[in-house]
């Protein structure tokens, strides 16, 4: 009896034991199953990230640009305007920048609503290069969103953000001169403030330093540069929407970038005017008083008479509205524009901390040292040579990571950008697009590195954590090795890497490796019919002699 009274409940202990341990293990397992199988898990949220490139023709620099895309693993780039004339002689540029506000416009109305919270990227096709991966893209445009939306509400205030829509989603680069407005105009002195520390640069921060060939050299970067963008499919369709509606007003605009920069300045002008109406009677008498106490242009208030400004037109109520959620990346994390900028960066690897500290010395920068160490998004993100199938590994350096690479870095902010956008000019600064192309990381090894990509799996482009949701961000065309070819309906047509940048003008100039045209490998069946029965055709042709053996 004795005995029985306690194995009872030492039978039932060790059952209860095995039922919390199998139930513990299922659930865990069934967790980790259900995220990767994203069927609709509430912890997992899946879209489209489009990666859009304005370009009329196949060049060297479109290709370097599309290449550099690959290697890092971006979504297959859509081109615009592929193949059009720009020879409008009534029009600057033959009227190519007013095309690519109609090219991108009329990709995104094809885009029904529900794709309006897709992101997508817009780059200048010919003279940007990617250096690092998108999901080092995403999460920086995310945290530069969180801080300027952080900076809007303790402007205006928690109530008048929100009643107004006012809120930052979009995007653009920015650049240390206003350009083409002029300082008169909403573009140039509407704008905020830049985000970068006041003595960035140094006592001369801000000020002209009388060189003679770039007097910007040591201004904060601060106004819009158009070179690239990114935001919802949504807020970046409205954008485009008014850019061409402007562009129609004026048709002799001197680019796209005057018309984004008008976009961006009244939609600041209107935040200020919102701010000024709603001031209250303490802030009021403060700012009276500064308005004794210090300059016209000290006064942070843009919208008070101004003897030369050309003011807007104040927002009536129910009027239109100049809002939408333009934001710059002030300090070239997303992208740089190397204009104004030209002696701003370095080509470093992160490892080598004595070449670092020689470089920032002889950029000028008296012992101060600001890039320190692998930024923590870099090295959380894929390692640069990883590939998804044995036979790409093999032939690529896996062991290295990214504190191996070579990557162009802005010695003043300490950041590595990452694209930049070698639009820098004076002096024949423009050559730098062949002589740097060599500096890049994946260049060694850009065969290889293509070939991987080509073969690469259909997976997310990018995954990110935040607050424990899982987002991934997936490529909206299936096919690699290419280019999607906007045509005005969905999806549009393709075009391999062979087709656009297989002459050998162009592929001496990008591999500079003496091993003849680049080839097409012929990995997947194109699920367009013609295609996949050209590419059977061209294989069987590759591997004749083989067969035959
Ligand atoms: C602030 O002013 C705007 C008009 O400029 C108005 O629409 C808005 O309701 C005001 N907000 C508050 C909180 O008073
Ligand atoms: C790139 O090529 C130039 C010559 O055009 C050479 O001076 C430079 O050292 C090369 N850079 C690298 C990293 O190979």
Redesign the pocket.
């Known amino acids: 009896m004795q005995r029985s009274s306690y194995k009872l409940p030492l039978i039932a202990l060790v059952f209860l034991s095995i039922c919390v341990l199998i139930y513990s293990t299922w659930s865990s397992n069934t967790k980790v199953l259900s995220s990767q199988g994203n069927q609709h898990n509430q912890n997992t949220q899946s879209s489209y990230y489009h990666l859009l490139l304005p370009a009329s023709e196949a060049s060297a620099g479109l290709c370097k640009t599309i290449f550099s895309a690959a290697v890092l693993g971006y979504p297959t780039p859509r081109l615009l305007n592929w193949q059009r004339k720009f020879e409008d002689e009534h029009l600057i540029f033959g009227g190519s920048h007013i095309a690519k506000i109609e090219g991108v416009l009329g990709f995104l109305r094809q885009l029904e609503p529900q794709h309006d919270d897709e992101l997508v990227s817009i780059v200048d096709g010919y003279d940007v290069w990617f250096q690092l991966r998108p999901e080092v893209v995403i999460s920086r445009y995310n945290e530069i969103n969180k801080r300027a939306n952080y900076r809007i509400r303790s402007r205006l205030g928690m109530k008048d953000a929100e009643e107004n829509n006012v809120k930052q989603t979009v995007v653009f680069s920015a650049q240390k001169k206003c350009w083409p407005a002029s300082p008169d105009d909403a573009a140039c002195f509407a704008v905020p403030q830049s985000e970068l520390a006041a003595d960035i640069y140094g006592p001369q921060t801000d000020h002209d330093i009388d060189d003679e060939k770039n007097p910007f050299a040591k201004m904060r970067q601060r106004y819009l540069n158009s070179g690239t963008v990114i935001g919802p499919v949504g807020d970046v369709r409205a954008i485009f929407e008014r850019a061409a509606e402007k562009a129609l007003v004026s048709t002799n605009f001197g680019s796209d970038q005057g018309i984004f920069a008008e976009i961006f300045g009244e939609q600041e002008y209107q935040r200020e005017l919102i701010r000024a109406q709603n001031l209250s009677r303490l802030q009021r008498i403060f700012l009276a008083l500064k308005r004794v106490t210090v300059g016209l242009s000290e006064l942070d208030d843009v919208t008070s008479p101004h003897p030369t400004h050309h003011g807007m037109n104040p927002a009536t109520p129910g009027g239109r509205n100049y809002e939408f959620h333009i934001g710059l990346d002030y300090g070239g994390e997303l992208s740089q524009p190397t204009v104004f900028s030209e002696n701003d960066l370095a080509?470093l690897k992160h490892k080598d901390i004595n070449d670092i500290r020689d470089k920032s010395t002889m950029a000028g920068m008296e012992g101060k040292v600001r890039v320190k160490g692998l930024p923590g998004d870099v090295a959380a993100s894929t390692p640069p040579f990883w590939a998804s199938d044995v036979a790409s590994a093999a032939n690529l350096p896996t062991s290295q990571t990214w504190e191996d690479m070579?990557v162009y870095t802005n010695l003043w902010t300490g950041t590595t950008p990452v694209a930049i956008h070698h639009n820098a000019h004076h002096d024949g600064l423009k050559a730098r697009i062949q002589?740097f192309w060599?500096?890049t990381w994946y260049?060694?090894h850009l065969r290889e590195l293509l070939h991987a990509s080509a073969r690469d799996i259909r997976a997310p482009v990018a995954v990110l954590e935040n607050s424990g949701v899982q987002h991934e961000w997936w490529d909206p065309t299936d096919e690699r090795g290419g280019a999607r070819v906007e045509i005005g309906s969905l999806p549009g047509d393709w075009i391999g890497w062979q087709d656009m940048c297989g002459t050998t003008e162009i592929t001496d100039e990008v591999f500079r490796d003496g091993k003849g045209a680049w080839n097409d490998p012929i990995v997947f069946l194109s699920w367009d019919h013609g295609v996949a029965e050209e590419q059977v055709a061209r294989w069987r042709e590759s591997h004749k002699s083989s067969m035959n053996t």
């Open positions: 080509w070579a002589t060599n500096e260049f060694p």
